[in-house]
């Protein structure tokens, strides 16, 4: 089960909150990570769009265009 607020037990108790958009990351505007930018291409060569591969994103940007790659490959979950 999920609060709305943080409680003494985040572990077994986790905030409903606490997966952000990444629109709102702290750190969305930093380049992408090196396992963003694998998975990325990984998704791009398979949906046949080696132009949806930039390396010049951020993260918040990788992480909005990877999803739309596992919904577009059918890897999403």
Known sequence: MTSTVPTEHPKSDP???AEKPPENW?????AMTGAQASYLKTLSEEAGDPE???TGLTKA??????DALQEQT???A
């Open 15 to 17: 905030v409903t909150n």
């Open 26 to 30: 702290t750190t969305g505007d930093e």
């Open 52 to 54: 949806a591969y930039d």
């Open 61 to 66: 940007q990788a992480s909005k265009r990877i």
């Open 74 to 76: 059918g890897r999403g």
